[in-house]
C-alpha cells in the first residue's frame, strides 16, 4: 500500500464524536441490571416500584377518552392543561391548608423527576459550586439531577437507633439534626426532603419537619418536598412540610400521577409553590420537555375527578396495606426483619444472616459493585426474588450504611407475591443461626 493511499483511508476514517464522561460509562443502571438479571432466571420480579397490576378501569377509560376528542392531540400550555391544574389545586388545598391558584402556583410535568430536574435547575447556577442536601438513602435520580442543574449533592444519612437484627419500625430511622445543620454551608440552596420515603418507608413527623424546616430558615434554603407517595401511608398520616407555619413561602412540593394513580408510565407530575418558586421552575421546564403530553394531562384530570368521588383512594390504600401485610407475613414465615414502612411501597429486608458463599460466581459488574449488590443478585439467583440493593441509594463514602438490606417493593399482584413466599422457602435453609 503506497504512503499515499495510506493517507487517503486514514481521512475517511474520521475519530468519532466524543461524548461527555458522565455518559460514555457503559456501565447499566441498577434497574436494568437487576431487571435483566430477574429476567434472566425467570425470577419474582420485587425490584423496580412499577406495578405488576392494571390500573383501574375508569382511569385508562379516561385517558382513552382524552385521545378520542380531537381537542387533546396538540400541544398543551407550558404550565399544563387547566383540567389537571384543577384537580392538583384542589387536592393540595387540602394538603397544605390554603387556597392553591391554578394560574400561578402550579405546573404539571413529565413526572415528578421532570418537576425534580425543573426545580433544580431553575435554583441553581452553574459554575457557583452551590450545595443541595439530600437524605440518604436517596431515591438515585435526585444526585445525576443536581449535576445535571450545575450544583453539588452533600449527603445526610437516616441512621437507623434500633438493632438490625430484629422488626424496627420506619420511624426509628432519624435524622440527626445536628448532623443536618453541620452539613449546611454558605453554598447550600436546598434541602430535599422525600416524605413518605423510599425506601425507608418513613413518614417525618411534625417535629421532625418543623425541626427541617428551622433549619431551612435559619440558612436561607430552599425545600424540594418530593411527596410523590403522600397517598401511601398505613399508620401515620402523611403531613406536607408546606403546611408548617412559614413553610409555605419556601418550599416546592412535588408529586406524580403515576404514583397516585396507579400509571407510572404515563408520565405526568406536578410541582405546587408559590409564584416565586413555581416562576422560575416553569421557565426551566419550558425549556427541559416545553410542555407535558396533552392527552394524558386530561386522562389524569378525569381519572383525579372520578376517583376523589368513587373512594378509589381509599380502596387504593387498603390494597396497599394488605400487600405490605403479606410481604411482611413471608418475611416473618421465612425469618429475616425488616424494616416496617409507614408509607410509600418498598420493604427493607435485613438479610444479615444469609449464608452466601464466599467463592460465588458472580458476574464481574454485580461483583464490582460492593457486597449489597452481591448479596440482591444472590437473591435473584439462588432463590428467584428480585429485589434492589439500597447501596445504589447511598454516595460511595456511605456505602456500608446500606448493610445487609435488600429493598423488596409490594407494588405486586397477590399471584406475584405468592409466588415470591413459594420460591422464597427455599431460603430457610440458608440462614445461619
Ligand atoms: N421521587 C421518588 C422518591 C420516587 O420513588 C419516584 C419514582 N420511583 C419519583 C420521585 C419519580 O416519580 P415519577 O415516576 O412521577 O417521575
Known amino acids: 500500500m503506497s504512503h499515499s493511499t495510506k493517507a487517503h483511508d ?14 460514555a460509562a457503559t456501565g447499566l ?3 436494568t441490571m437487576m431487571n435483566q438479571a430477574a429476567a434472566e432466571v425467570g425470577a419474582v420480579n420485587l425490584g423496580q416500584g412499577f406495578m405488576s397490576f392494571p390500573p383501574k378501569e375508569f382511569i385508562t377509560r379516561a385517558a382513552q377518552k382524552a385521545l378520542e376528542e380531537n381537542a387533546h392531540n396538540q400541544y398543551a400550555p407550558p404550565r399544563g392543561r387547566p383540567a389537571l391544574l384543577e384537580q392538583v389545586a384542589a387536592r393540595f388545598g387540602l394538603r397544605l391548608g ?8 402550579i405546573s404539571i410535568h413529565a413526572g415528578a ?15 457557583q459550586g452551590e450545595e443541595v442536601i439530600v437524605m440518604e438513602p436517596a431515591f438515585d435520580q435526585y444526585a445525576p439531577n443536581i449535576a445535571m442543574a450545575g450544583g453539588t449533592t452533600v449527603y445526610v444519612p437516616l441512621r437507623a437507633q434500633a438493632p438490625a437484627d430484629a422488626v424496627m419500625s420506619s420511624n426509628d430511622w432519624k435524622l440527626d439534626m445536628a448532623e443536618l445543620e453541620a452539613a449546611v454551608t454558605p453554598k447550600t440552596r436546598i434541602i430535599v426532603l422525600n416524605t413518605p420515603h423510599n425506601p425507608v418507608g418513613k413518614v417525618f413527623t411534625r417535629p421532625e419537619l418543623e425541626q427541617i424546616g428551622a433549619v431551612a430558615e435559619r440558612h436561607n434554603l430552599l425545600i424540594i418536598a418530593d411527596e410523590v407517595y403522600e397517598h401511601l401511608t398505613f399508620a401515620r398520616e402523611h403531613l406536607s412540610i408546606a403546611s408548617l407555619p412559614r413553610m409555605w413561602d419556601r418550599t416546592v412540593t412535588v408529586g406524580s400521577a403515576g404514583k397516585l394513580l396507579g400509571v407510572t408510565g404515563w408520565r405526568v407530575g406536578w410541582a405546587v409553590g408559590p409564584h416565586a418558586l413555581i416562576q422560575p421552575t416553569l421557565a426551566a421546564h419550558t425549556r427541559i420537555v416545553f410542555t ?7 386522562g389524569v384530570a378525569a381519572a383525579m375527578r372520578e376517583a376523589s368521588a368513587n373512594g378509589f383512594y381509599e380502596t387504593q390504600r387498603s390494597e396497599y396495606q394488605h400487600r405490605r401485610d403479606r410481604l411482611m407475613a413471608i418475611f416473618d414465615d421465612v425469618g429475616l426483619p425488616y424494616v416496617v414502612p409507614d408509607g410509600a411501597y418498598y420493604l427493607l ?21 460492593g457486597p449489597n449488590f452481591r448479596l ?33 417493593a409490594f407494588c405486586k399482584t397477590d399471584e406475584g407475591l405468592d409466588a415470591a413466599a413459594a420460591a422464597l422457602q ?8
Not at 423527576?113 to 435554583?123: I, K
Request: aromatic fraction near 14%.
Open 376 to 408: 440482591a443478585y444472590y437473591f435473584v439467583r439462588e432463590f428467584g426474588v428480585s429485589g434492589i440493593p439500597p447501596a445504589e441509594f447511598y454516595c460511595e463514602p456511605h456505602r456500608a450504611l446500606a448493610g445487609d438490606y435488600v429493598r423488596f
Open 349 to 369: 429486608v435485613n438479610a444479615a444472616a444469609v449464608r452466601m458463599p464466599e467463592d460465588y460466581p458472580f458476574p464481574a459488574a454485580i461483583a464490582d459493585r
Open 29 to 31: 443502571d441498577v434497574w
Open 426 to 433: 427455599k431460603l430457610k435453609n440458608y440462614l445461619q443461626n
Open 113 to 127: 423527576n421532570e418537576a425534580l430536574l425543573s426545580v433544580f435547575t431553575a435554583f441553581l447556577t452553574h459554575g
Open 292 to 298: 407535558t403530553n396533552t392527552p394524558l394531562q386530561e
Open 10 to 23: 486514514s481521512a475517511r476514517v474520521p475519530s468519532l464524536p466524543e461524548p461527555s464522561p458522565v455518559y
Open 98 to 105: 390554603r387556597p392553591i391558584d391554578t394560574a400561578s402556583e
